[in-house]
């Protein structure tokens, strides 16, 4: 960062000051728009808030976050279970097993997250298969993340060096036993903080469920901010809605940059070899 | 099964013709925005790295389906009125997309060796132009894959207008279910335009990919 620019002198010094300054204000006067128009269109006016006072709607409230994360949550285990299994396959010796394996994969990333939900909630509706909303959210996350977390397991056994495996190959281990206890013990602290990224991903996602009437946190926001009585409260039901979101995921991300930051320690203690080029474009990679 | 395609052939054309404009100008909006706050993140000024990871930080934790809910039916209730139902996902697109590649921008930054922007710096250039003429075009370079990943998003992420009365792609389904035919086909055929949409862009990250890695 300071690479960019040199150790600022007193005349640098007065105008970043400035600059600060001017910043400031601007985004002050940015945030006091928005506060006007939101007080000159009644946004903040008691009548539209009140309802949060409610037992009832906080009850409400509380039932779209549980449904929320019950999706989360069980999509979650699932992917895992699906990411170790399809990771497990694409580093498979036998090529029937690799290929489709890799097919799969590479197809469930490619398609919508959205269009993948629709399959299961369309599906159902057409094959009277009975499957709820809630399951289409659930198998639909845990398809995309799945294939996701698959490409994350596998990229972590082979940013482990070289050498460990050739190793292990060469005291008469068994490839089972060289991933399992070699490769894996040493791969899972450095992929840490991407599953955790990606587990970031999967709640967010969960507020697709709104498209395809699951009843999660964001669907009872849109049934809250519809209400006449109260004057349409979407803005206020809205706020507390992105409170909570943002709350949770800056949460999850909050815990993986600070096992990101705990395994870059260890490796330095260590000393092990520097994160190789793989890892670091696969750390790059912005999980959307 | 092809039926289902080309009796509906409007349709599928202009769902995916909204899904190609929607990806192609919030595209565009997002890179310019990106890299701006991408920008504002390395920069000396305090305040702005400051709004740069307020930003950042805010965006990446929100679900697009809510940036979109909020635009949609948030932002008419203070009287902030877009044009029209695309642009709402326009805006909705680029604020959320632009979050991403502020981040992917930074690290690209970040990737570029001090002895270029100290060289720079020793000829006499001003930030600006250290940033504009050295960094930037080979940080450039250096994101161009995990930009790649970012574009590949957004594009698939162009499906959630389809829940805020946009007629793109992923609103087809709710179109066939009321002519009547068969879902699970529609479906199936939406998935190949996307995949051959898509794909293209696969091939070129990798390709993307496989040249950084030499350089």
Redesign the interface.
Known sequence: ?S????V?GPR?QLR?RV???V??LL?AGAVAWVVY??N??G?FESRRWVQFQYTAIQRQLLDGLLNTLKAAGLAAVLAMIMGAVFAAARISDHKWVRVPATFVV??FR??????LM??FY??S??YHLGLTPFWAVVFGLTLYNGSVLAEIFRAGIAAVPKGQREASYAIGLRKNQVVRLVLLPQAISAMLPAIVSQL?VLL?????G??ITYAEL?YV??QM?GRLQYG?P??PT?IV??VI??GL??LL?LLARYLEGRSRRRRKITGAPPPS?AEA?TS???P? | MFSVLTDNWDLFGQGFWTTIKLFLISGVLSLVLGTLLGTFRVSPVPALRGVGTGYVNILRNTPLTLVFAFLVFGAPKMNIELPSFFWSAVVALTIYTSAFICEVVRSGINTIPPGQTEAGRAIGMSFIQVLSVIVLPQAFRAIQPPLMSVLIALLKNTTIAAGFSVAEAGAIPAAMAERGENQMLTLVWITIGFLILIVPLIFLQRWAERRTAVA
């Open positions: 960062m690479a960019l620019y040199d600022p640098a970043n600059l600060n300054v910043v400031i985004v128009r939101l000159a269109t946004q590479e197809l490619a398609i919508p997250l959205l269009i629709f399959f369309y599906g509706l057409q970031v967010k996602d969960t507020a697709l709104f498209i964001l926001a849109k901010g349409f979407y803005i809205y809605v992105a979101y943002i995921c800056s991300s080029a474009a790059a990679e912005a959307l």
